[in-house]
């Protein structure tokens, strides 16, 4: 015996298939969103007079009485410290060998941002504009009907946020005349302003393709974590 299916199951039958779909695609797409790391960008701009025929690269930290004292300035002398090993340098042992010196400036500030911008809704209404159209309508439902709910309705959406601007600053110096041969700024904007958190990722951008073009500005983003 055939059985035959009516026009409503059919529907009922595609729209749960549909359905199913669209759940899995937005499943997908929130776990790929999530499986994505956060990052740090920084726009790093390098000033120098490298002498080309400087081949002893001993060095020692400068500070400051206040950097001297404080526990972070040795955790961010450390990283900068990691870098110049990676790069050849080597720290001096005895004043007597010092060829250059290297000092570190650091600092977040903080920024109030406003942010106002358009959101569609697409049924702004409790119940459909037109719900009582025709018997048509009322049968197949709005994912048969595009004008089902009507036009959209643009509102605005707005909210307030800190932005944070990090910045670090590099600085050698030779020791026999306290002439400057290299200078790299990092500056960094977000959302955490936490310099700890973000600090071994300007770091890293501070050193990256050492020395650098002179007085070229370029963005490096890392990859948090990694």
């Known amino acids: 015996m055939l059985k035959f299916l009516s026009r409503k199951s059919v529907g009922e ?12 695609v937005v499943t997908g797409a929130l776990m790929a969103g999530c499986a994505t790391p956060p990052s740090v960008r920084s726009q790093v701009t390098s000033f120098n007079e490298w002498p080309p025929e400087m081949q002893d690269k001993t060095y ?9 004292d404080s526990l972070e300035y040795r ?10 090993q990676r790069l050849g340098f080597t720290e001096a042992s005895n004043a007597g060998s010092i060829k250059l010196k290297v000092s570190l400036d650091y ?13 569609v809704l697409n049924n702004p209404y409790p ?12 049968y197949y439902g709005p994912f048969y009907d595009p004008f089902w709910y009507g036009p959209p309705v643009v509102d605005r959406r707005e909210y307030n946020y800190q932005a ?10 030779q020791a026999s005349d306290g002439k400057k041969i290299h200078e790299t700024t990092v500056v ?24 650098g073009k002179n007085g070229v500005p370029r963005v490096i983003e890392l990859k948090m974590g990694q």
Do not use: C
């Open 188 to 211: 960094s904007e977000g959302t955490n302003g936490s310099l700890a958190v973000v600090m071994p990722y300007m770091v890293r951008s501070a050193f990256m393709d050492f020395p």
């Open 60 to 68: 020692v930290f400068e500070r400051t009485k206040e950097q001297n």
């Open 107 to 119: 600092g977040v500030s903080t920024r109030d941002v406003h942010v106002s911008e358009p959101v």
């Open 127 to 138: 119940y459909p504009p037109n719900w009582y159209g025709p018997a048509w309508r009322g």
């Open 75 to 84: 955790n961010y002398e450390n990283l900068v410290r990691a870098e110049l």
């Open 13 to 24: 039958n595609g729209m749960k298939s549909w359905l199913i779909a669209v759940v899995l």
């Open 164 to 173: 944070f601007t990090r910045r670090l600053k590099v600085t050698l110096t």
